[in-house]
């Protein structure tokens, strides 16, 4: 299955974790993930039965610290392959089963990326943020310009109407010398472990052209709601009138829209997010959505996600959709009991396009406190910078070698004819999104393996 869908997929599971009962599992974690396979487009009868047949004896084991994570691929109980990644003010480290270090640049996407051919990452994001670091902004703000107070109302979705605010109006010279230090603010707290860089990129790179507008928003208490901002400037090279309205109340919601479209042409971009809650003693439930629209040089891209969760006492059920550009979309449904030493369920996954099944198959999920981090001594230290996509998987070419042996190790006792229905798609599609893996006509010696497991 292509990168870009495993990463959907794992944007769901995030969501879906993402509501867990508040007081579980703080700090380090580690996940045990196992799986079954109960239907598959590309897959026969019986290349589902081998497929499980494979998926029984595998385990993909994930530990995650503040400072990076591990990825191990369990074969028979015993761990066969390893990536470990770490991050420093020198750059990204990635060893590999304990034996070699790659090193790419500070920000650039990390070896596990390049070998996956996508330097895609997901990173949480905090979206009650804005009240961590509204007062500190309204403080810079107020150095600059002091506000003016009304007592007229402004709707946001989902929240409802504010009571009063206070409008700080700024030349767009006075904007952009603040912007910077704004920009840093928020993205320290919506994103506090950081990512997305091209899009933090793009927003400190926006320059306004017009007057701004902001209003801070009160609830009928007098705390903060939510924030208002209206002005035009350039974003992406284009000049564009940018509009944002965000607002949440606890209890009943919150809602994002920003847009950003050209004064002249049709060029677009526009984010929206909504959700609903509903917060009681004995069930809480948030119903959300999410979608991404852009149309820039004639090109239309989109992307949604919506779902709904409910947490009741220590379990948490519902689902979440991921839907991509190419109309496909994933659908993750967990059934998982939270404690305040684990998380165990089940994690139910569709994939469909159109009314075509592509995948259903059922996860088992096992996830609890991750030991304290060993940090592995590397025997071997490769530097990846400065090299071009091509030259950095010419270097990672013998760790997908190792990836792909402890693949045909766990294949090793299957039929010709499993074998060669399983291994179809590595030799008809992009495995991992990356170069073509050659794999000649099955013949029983090919799959020899040795006694000793890789």
């Not at 299955?1 to 508040?22: D, E, T």
């Not at 239309?300 to 006492?313: F, I, M, N, Y």
Request: aromatic share 6%; proline share 4%; charged share 25%.
């Amino acid at each position: 299955m292509p990168m870009k869908r495993w990463m959907a997929l794992g944007m769901a599971l995030v969501m879906c974790l993402g509501f867990v009962p508040a007081g579980a599992l703080e700090g380090p974690l580690q996940a045990e993930v196992t799986g079954e396979i109960l239907a598959a487009d590309a897959l026969a009868e019986k290349g589902v039965s081998a497929a499980n047949r494979v998926l029984s004896r595998l385990a993909l084991k994930m530990q995650v610290w503040e400072d990076g994570e591990k990825a191990s691929l369990l074969i028979d109980g015993r761990d066969m392959w390893q990536a470990e990644t770490m991050k420093d003010e020198n750059g990204v480290h990635t060893v590999f089963s304990g034996a070699t270090d790659y090193v790419t640049d500070p920000g650039a996407p990390a070896s596990l990326d390049i070998l996956a051919g996508e330097g895609i990452e997901i990173h949480p994001v905090s979206p009650l943020a804005y009240f961590e670091f509204a007062g500190e902004m309204y403080a810079l703000l107020g150095e600059k310009v002091q506000p003016k107070a009304y007592e007229s109302s402004t709707t946001v979705q989902n929240t409802g109407e504010s009571y009063r605010y206070d409008r700080y109006d700024l030349t767009a010279e006075e904007m952009n010398g603040l912007w910077p230090a704004m920009c840093d603010m928020a993205l320290a707290g919506i994103l506090p472990q950081g990512g997305y860089d091209d899009f933090a990129d793009a927003l400190r790179g926006t320059e306004f052209t017009s007057d701004v507008r902001i209003k801070r928003l009160y609830d009928r208490q007098g705390n903060d709601m939510g924030l208002q901002v209206t002005g035009n400037g350039t974003v992406l090279g284009t000049e564009r009138k940018i509009s944002l309205l965000y607002g949440y109340t606890k209890g009943k919601g919150g809602s994002l829209t920003v847009s950003a479209k050209a004064l002249s042409g049709k060029d677009s971009l526009k984010f929206t997010a909504g959700w609903k809650e509903t917060l009681r003693e004995e069930k809480n439930t948030y119903s959300f959505t999410l979608s991404c629209a852009n149309t820039l040089t004639g090109e239309k891209t989109a992307c949604s996600l919506e779902g709904r969760l409910v947490q009741a006492g220590e379990s948490v059920t519902g689902e979440v959709t991921v839907t991509g550009n190419d109309g496909v979309s994933w659908t993750v449904s967990p059934d998982v009991q939270v404690t305040e030493e684990k998380i165990t369920g089940s994690v139910e996954i569709r994939g469909k396009e159109k009314k075509k099944t592509l995948l259903h198959a059922m996860l088992q999920l096992d996830i609890e406190s991750a030991p304290e981090r060993k940090i592995p001594a590397a025997g071997e230290t490769v530097s990846l910078r400065g090299k071009t996509q091509e030259e950095a998987d010419a270097a990672l070419a013998f760790e997908k070698l190792v990836l792909m042996r402890a693949l045909k190790y766990v294949l090793s006792d299957l039929t010709a004819e499993e074998r060669n229905i399983l291994t179809h798609e590595l030799r008809t599609d992009n495995w991992l999104t990356g170069p073509r893996v050659p794999v000649p006509e099955d013949t029983q010696e090919q799959w020899i393996v040795e006694e000793d497991a890789p």
